[in-house]
């Protein structure tokens, strides 16, 4: 049968792979590279042969007028960036190869677990994928089963809905007959502000609810999180903290067990997550 072998979440910022290359940086980036160099190598060691990337669509792919909640990618292979991106961020473009059997399957068995996923022949990914990718496996020469949220998009799904898909996603890889050995790799935010006056404090923007939040993923705690995630509440910590959304459908795929790593990394801006789970646990 189809094993997970590693569940990541990590940020995708942007900015970051940027940053890395400028000559003067922030006394935290040293940290950030530490932890993203143990995330490669625990990746490195779990040794999959796909990965699943669980990320969201910045408007690119999608509009206001045509969001889906949840949606996967049915492609051989899948370009990235958008220009916008290249320009902004300097990311480079990419090629990644995908597997279309194993995104069928995936499919096929949420469908049989009351989850119905868009899909799209026709996917170009951007930063919530290209950036996770170019941290732990900058080779990029894994195939990819790209899953992309609506959580920045109101209106958006339930909190406890995210969890609920994660656990249709890992329910449809465990009854899978193949052998492959699956890592699931999934970015997003803790709390976060992108525009907004709190966007350029160099301190964390809510430290509370970034040490709720890991907490809830620390102690597999589905109800809290889905109490502490209101939009409401997710605004008043940052305008895009949304994008913790993601981290409780990683909770869902790794069935609300303990994580081996959870971290909100303080680096002097806002607070970075670092989750794994080891195939060991």
Known sequence: MAQIVSIIGITHNPFMPRL???PQQPPGITKVKERIEMMRQKLAEARPDVLITIGNDHLHQFFMDNMPAFMIGKMDQYDGTYYDEIREFDLPTCKLAGDLELSDAIMEGAFDRGVDFAYSNELTIDHSIIVPMLFVRPEMDIPIVPILTNCIAPPMPRPKRF???????????DSLS???RIGVLVSGHLSLEIGGPKQFERHLTDPNFDAAAVGWIVNGDIESAANGCT????MKAGNMTTGYLNFLMMMGVANATE???AEGLDAGFPAIPFF???EKR
């Open 20 to 22: 890395f290359k400028q």
């Open 163 to 173: 969890y609920e898909v994660g656990q249709a996603i890992r329910a449809a890889i």
């Open 178 to 180: 193949t052998n492959k």
């Open 231 to 234: 939009p409401e509440k997710m």
């Open 259 to 261: 994580p081996s790593y």
């Open 276 to 278: 794994s789970w080891d």
